[in-house]
């Protein structure tokens, strides 16, 4: 029975194919990686070509930035003797087509440019994919089914058959041996054994390799050369050239520059002392608008312009004295009239003079304008003028507000009169400051020229002035601002942009090197302020080597 069981185990286990093949239907053909691409360069110019089908689309940056060059003519001599003009494409390309293009194995292609910027010459092989070769592909297949025939797959590995037939052979001997002394204890003790021979066989690490694979170690993943833009294994990034025309990527070729040290301050915008003001009332009193209404924010204002009226607040106390004071002029006009008219009757007749007459009307006169004065009073109202030319940047007040003497209703400055007040903490010499630029929160720098520093400290600080040149209108009163000026002795660096550095993964501060045409590296580095826009290099990169900096966050970005 024995014998009968393990002749049923080998037969009833099924032929597999190696692991990763199909012994049923042809495999399905794989697509290639990636366009044919050819990348020159020279010291002016970077070309790239990618090759789909018949046609060869030219991509023709400068080398230093990066910039597209849409304005050159090139002409393409592809192999022996075959010049093709390219033509521009509204995208800022350009594309070739020709017929020898088509087919397999390297090509070689000399591309001529005509720029007004200078003229050059590039020339290089363009790596086309042979095509597979029939005969080759049967004579593997053949192998593979060869191969494959010669294993079997138990438990889910496959065991090469020779050393199944090598354990079957073993158990079958001792089999025989135990039959001639006809113990059955025996018998089924060797035939358990021969079995476990068998299965020991398959679990051993002795099946050879199939033909081009290493079972040993495991094979390294291959980057592929796609189109499309990814995070290679090392770190770096492949950008296609169309992806970089989308991201509008630009580099910069470092180069060590002389520079003084700067200074970091705190500061915020305020309005020229010289070319600002503000409206108040002297008295207080409720507020009534003029007939063209109250000013609004962003309107231009002259000097002079009425901008509200105040109507002043009388106490009680107060009404009570004026009024008693216009009741003691009134009753004096009474008695000046009264002897007015008694004393022009006696003039008639003569027998008082006449100065006496026109010393009454004096009299009465001016008591009739006391009266006029006291009663005005209570009836008129402040005028609130616009104290210079400028734009209404503050407007407090509404019409029949009640508003007192130190309340700032108006503010008027004029936009192009803003300075920085920055703080400045610490011993430092602040007589020497040039250079200054200041940085707002969105990222847009200021040109500021110094004006002073204060000689009492505020907030235990120093008080330093700075005026802004050409400030843009979307400058407010009262921002924060960061100032970098340069004060102390000259330093030695690379200065790049401060968008050429970003932050990586762990935190670290990154410039992304573009190596080749269609590649970049992350480089950490090791960075300190040099201005509001800029940032000195003092560790990480060289002189000479090509350093994004526009684009460089999106690059980061790729995955």
């Known amino acids: 029975m024995a ?23 042809p495999p399905a053909a794989v697509p290639t990686a990636g366009s044919p691409r050819i990348a020159l360069h020279s010291d002016a110019y970077e070309l790239v070509g990618i090759l789909l089908g018949d046609r060869l689309t030219l991509f023709l ?53 005509a720029h007004p910027g200078g003229d050059d010459l590039l020339i290089g092989t363009l790596e086309r994919p042979a095509a597979p070769a029939p005969a080759a592909g049967a004579a593997a297949g053949s192998r593979q089914a060869s191969a494959q025939a010669e294993s079997i797959v138990i438990a889910g ?3 090469p058959a020779v050393y199944l037939a090598m354990g079957a052979a073993l158990a079958l001997g001792l089999l025989l041996g135990a039959t001639f002394r006809r ?33 040993g170690e495991a094979a390294k993943a291959a980057t592929p050369a796609g189109d499309t833009p990814r995070r290679l294994a090392d770190g770096s990034v492949f950008a296609p050239k169309p992806t970089q025309r989308l991201l509008e990527i630009r580099t910069q070729v470092t180069k060590t520059e002389e520079a003084r040290k700067t200074l970091a301050l705190v500061g915020r915008v305020i309005a020229d002392p010289n070319r600002s003001g503000q409206v108040q009332s002297i008295t207080g009193g409720r507020i009534v608008a003029p007939e063209s209404g109250l000013p609004r924010l962003g309107q231009n204002v002259r000097r002079g312009d009425i901008l509200a009226s105040v109507e002043q607040a009388v106490p009680q106390a107060d009404r009570t004295t004026i009024a008693e004071r216009v009741g003691e002029i009134e009753q004096q006009i009474a008695m000046v009239e009264a002897k007015l ?8 007749r003569a027998i008082a003079p006449q100065s006496q007459v026109i010393d009454f009307e004096i009299e009465l006169a001016g008591l009739m304008r006391r009266r006029e004065i006291v009663g005005r009073i209570r009836i008129e109202r402040e005028v609130l003028r616009a104290p210079l030319d400028g734009v209404v940047s503050a407007v407090r007040v ?28 610490g011993d430092v010499d602040l007589s020497q400051l040039d250079g200054a630029s200041a940085l707002l929160p969105g990222g847009k720098a200021l040109s500021l020229s110094f004006r002073g520093t204060g000689r009492a400290l505020q907030q235990q600080a120093t008080l330093v002035h700075f005026a802004v040149e050409d400030p843009p209108a979307t400058v407010a009163i009262g921002q924060p601002v960061r100032v970098m000026a340069r ?24 410039v992304w090197r573009h190596t080749d045409p269609e590649r970049f590296e992350p480089t950490p580095v090791r960075t300190e302020p040099f201005d509001a826009t800029r940032l000195v290099i003092r560790s990480g990169v060289a002189p000479g080597e090509r350093i994004v900096v526009r684009g460089a966050e999106h690059l980061n970005q790729i995955r």
């Open 3 to 25: 014998p009968l069981a393990l002749a049923s185990l080998l037969s009833t286990v099924p032929l597999a194919a190696h692991e990763g093949h199909d012994h049923g239907a």
């Open 61 to 113: 940056d400068r080398y230093a930035g990066n910039a597209p060059v849409t304005d050159a003519g090139l002409v393409v001599t592809i192999g022996i003797g075959a010049d093709v003009a390219a033509t521009p494409t509204p995208e800022g390309t350009y594309v070739v087509a020709s017929d020898r293009l088509v087919g397999a194995g390297p090509l070689e292609l000399v591309v001529a440019i």
């Open 157 to 159: 590995q496959p065991v």
């Open 183 to 215: 113990s059955r204890a025996a018998l089924s003790a060797l035939s358990v054994t021969g079995l476990i021979l068998v299965l020991m066989t398959a679990g051993t690490d002795l099946a050879i390799a199939h033909e081009g694979h290493d079972h």
């Open 341 to 348: 008219k008694r004393s022009r009757g006696l003039a008639e």
């Open 398 to 425: 509404v019409a029949g507000q009640v508003v007192g003497s130190r309340d700032v209703l108006v503010q008027i400055v004029d936009p192009a009169g803003l300075w920085v007040e920055a703080l400045s903490y």
């Open 487 to 510: 004060n102390g002795a000259s330093v030695s660096g690379i200065i790049l942009p401060r968008d050429a550095v970003v932050r990586g993964g762990n935190g670290e501060a990154l």
